[in-house]
């Protein structure tokens, strides 16, 4: 390490009095143990330095070597005069060392500890062991978390969100004794069933079992996989596929969606009638219904599937994004509904054959509807095309199925990893060959901004990237939108201009749904929400995820190195919470009832093991759901040479989000911050035109100037090769005439 730059410093790491000491094979053991130095390691001594309150900033251990040196002599530390790259490692320990690995993990995780005795204790209690303290601590995982997990929720006695609390844990958490969570949690899973003294308990099991099992069949599972009881004969005979086509035909139909009809505009109106007759007939095609952002094509699709539903046709809702799905009555993710592979490769099939309950399912469908479609590669549809006209016994696109896609080719493309421009283009379905066979419909009238007639106007001209460019593709942020850069300062400004009162107000799901803060990194969110948690009343709670890597028997990956590994689709190790603040699921756990990846939750109750929250958007707005810690793992990261376990609850907080995961939601006061510019495809597009009017979107940001120009400008990106292959203008006048005519 002689002369490495920045310069690196291992620290010890002892057991109390179980530190070594050099000493010359002539000096006498008396004087071994009398001489005071000898008592003294790096350890010690910065227990020392934290007693005499020196170190107030409140340092961890590995970063207390970037302000205070070692001096080897005087076994002393100094504070630094200069400022110095450092970098300080704890001496690694394997867990199979105990203790010494329990020590350790505390010292990661404890600011300025200032004894052995003081990591021992938590509170008034002075644990027996550092094992117990870490545990106590909430860093060390309790073999049985799973069942704590249950015995907790039960204690709220809401037995519908019990139920998908236990199928949820079958399916993510891997439970080693199913049987007994089954036996100790059956009665207070089935609380609600019982209505009268005369359902027999066989008809109570099974009914059970049939409702874990709807479940469970959304991630092609079954309750046979499970050491479960067995369903009866007569259960069983209600088939899957049955059940699967009787649970379409029993979803309810809303009568505001069902009325909305006669509030459609034209356009919505004329497309509203082209696909339902096309339905009612029993046409096969394959539409594409386009609309800029707001322009109510979400409005449409429920209107749509609210009269299909009426007339008892089956119409199967699902969308690219978790999100997207939350807001359809019904709603799936297309990956689950269609079971489609993961990673999607060009010959790829969907995983459902041709005696399968999907099958029978497609057969009696009426229509498919997907949402946000252009945010899909085009390999997945190709998969399902490819899989249907299999199962379904014909070469028709889609098997001869009603297809109505839906989307905004202006806004976000596919994610292609890594991916050029001419991939990400390559990723869309407008290259496809399926895309011959599409008949676009489009809509244009903004009736989210309906009454900001320039906004609307201006949100357009971003989208189709004719707004006038200045240097580097930087466009004119109206000034009365932006909030000047002044670094940390303006963050807090854009913070109160878009959550008033956050820190008095209680707040209603109205409130969140209608504020976010939205940037381009999930680092730039991670940093908005720590900034608005903190100001956020209420007492912190703090859960430490438990990490780990397959096989790794070397120890090579320590866990304060794994800790630190983030991930756009992991929650952190470090996850801060308070009671009523705001998070997002980064996991699709149970899409049917409103909890998928990028559905908005509210936190109502902390437990050890659990977490209690309500939905905060879609179809399923206030139902209170269980969220259990999961094992998620970081599959497909091409960066990193190893595959993390992260054992933790699979959120994160919300104030903000990245605009990728805001596509489709109509948010009525947005915070955009840009400390860096958009980089993709239709961001910027994407995350204004969340808003319903200029005045309630405030934009800040970093180097926005442009030379010889005064005001505000930033980067807008738009691919105008997919925008062309649409060829959204020749289609504008193309439904014009048909309208005329
Ligand atoms: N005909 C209509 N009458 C009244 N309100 C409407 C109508 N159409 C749409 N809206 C409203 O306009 C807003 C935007 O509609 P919607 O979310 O359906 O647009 P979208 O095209 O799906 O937007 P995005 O592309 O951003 O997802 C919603 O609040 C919706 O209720």
Redesign the pocket.
């Known amino acids: 390490m002689y002369q490495t730059y920045p310069s690196v410093v291992r620290l010890q790491i002892h057991l109390p009095d179980r530190h070594q000491v050099h000493f010359r094979s002539t000096d006498s053991l008396s004087n071994i143990l009398t001489n005071e130095r000898n008592s003294r390691t790096m350890l010690t001594e910065f227990f020392n330095i934290n007693n005499s309150n020196q170190n107030h900033r409140g340092y961890f251990y590995t970063d207390f070597p970037k302000h205070y040196t070692w001096n080897t002599n005087s076994k002393t530390w100094h504070k630094r005069r200069r400022r110095q790259k450092v970098v300080a490692r704890m001496y690694s320990v394997h867990p199979s060392e105990g203790e010494r690995f329990y020590l350790r993990l505390l010292l990661n995780h404890i600011r300025a500890p200032r004894s052995f005795q003081h990591l021992l204790t938590t509170g008034t209690t002075l644990h027996p062991t550092f094992k117990t303290s870490a545990e106590h601590y909430g860093l060390l995982e309790q073999d049985n978390s799973l069942h704590t997990c249950m015995r907790d929720a039960r204690s709220f006695q809401m037995p519908a969100a019990l139920r998908s609390l236990f199928t949820t844990i079958l399916l993510f958490c891997n439970p080693t004794n199913v049987r007994e969570l089954w036996n100790d949690n059956y009665s207070a899973m089935t609380e609600d069933y019982v209505t009268s003294s005369s359902v027999n308990h066989v008809y109570i099991v099974n009914k059970l079992l049939r409702e874990i099992d709807n479940i469970l069949q959304q991630h092609s599972k079954s309750i046979t996989q499970f050491d479960l009881p067995q369903m009866s004969q007569q259960f069983q005979n209600i088939t899957t596929s049955s059940t699967l086509i009787a649970e379409e035909l029993l979803l309810p139909v809303s009568t505001i969606d069902l009325h ?1 009809v006669s ?3 034209e356009r ?1 109106s004329y497309i509203f009638h082209t696909i339902t007759e096309c339905a009612r007939q029993g046409n096969d095609g394959m539409f594409f219904i386009d ?12 209107a749509i599937i609210a009269h299909l539903r009426h007339a008892s046709h089956i119409v199967l809702a699902t969308a690219s994004s978790g999100i ?1 799905a939350t ?1 359809l009555p019904g709603g799936n993710t297309a990956h689950l509904r269609f079971k489609i592979p993961i990673p999607i490769e060009p010959g790829s099939y969907c995983k459902f054959g041709k005696t399968s309950a999907m099958q029978e399912l497609l057969q009696q469908c009426s229509a498919i509807l997907w ?2 479609a252009p945010m899909s590669h085009k390999h997945i549809f190709e998969a399902v095309d490819r899989s249907f006209r299999d199962v379904l016994d014909t070469n028709l696109p889609f098997g001869g199925k009603l297809i109505i896609m ?3 080719f202006r ?1 976000i493309p596919p994610v292609v990893l890594n991916g050029t421009v001419s991939q990400i283009i390559n990723a869309s379905i407008v290259t496809s060959p399926l895309w011959l066979s599409v008949r676009l419909l489009s ?1 244009n009238e ?3 901004a ?1 009454n900001d007639q320039a906004f609307s106007e201006y949100l357009l001209r971003i989208g189709n990237g004719t707004e006038p460019t200045y240097a580097d593709g930087m466009i004119h942020i109206p000034t009365s939108m932006v909030i000047p850069w002044d670094g940390d300062n303006s963050v807090s400004v854009l913070i109160n201009n878009i959550f008033s009162n956050i820190s008095s107000t209680t707040t209603t799901y109205d409130y969140w749904e209608n504020r976010a803060l939205l940037s381009p990194l999930n680092e730039d969110v991670a940093y908005l929400n720590e900034k608005c948690l903190h100001v956020f009343p209420g007492e912190e709670t703090v859960y430490y995820s438990f990490d780990s890597v397959d096989d790794d028997k070397f120890n090579l990956y320590p866990q304060e190195f794994l800790n630190t590994v983030s991930a756009s689709n992991m929650p952190p190790h470090k996850l801060s919470l308070k009671k009523g603040a705001p998070i997002m699921l980064l996991r699709n756990l149970n899409p049917l009832s409103g909890l998928c990846n990028g559905s908005r939750l509210i936190c109502r109750h902390f437990s050890k093991n659990l977490i209690e929250a309500e939905i905060l958007t879609g179809q399923h707005k206030g139902k209170p759901v269980f969220l259990p810690r999961i094992p998620l793992k970081n599959t497909g990261d091409q960066h990193m040479p190893f595959e993390l376990t992260r054992k933790q609850f699979p959120i994160r907080l919300s104030f903000a989000l990245t605009i990728n995961k805001s ?4 948010i009525q006061h947005v915070g955009l911050y840009l400390p860096s510019p958009v980089f993709t495809h239709g961001q910027l597009y ?1 995350a204004l ?2 808003g ?1 009017t200029s005045a309630n979107i405030k934009v800040l940001a970093k180097n926005s100037a442009v030379p010889g120009h005064s005001g505000t400008y930033t980067q807008n990106i738009v691919y105008k090769d997919i925008l062309s292959k649409v060829n959204i203008e020749v289609h504008l006048l193309f439904c014009t005439s048909l309208q005329l005519s």
């Open positions: 909305s509030s459609l505009n919505q609309g800029p952002a707001g322009t109510g094509k979400t409005f449409l699709y429920k997207a807001l949402d946000e839906g989307g905004d806004q809509l903004n009736m989210r309906v596509q489709g939601q109509t994407v035109s969340r319903i």
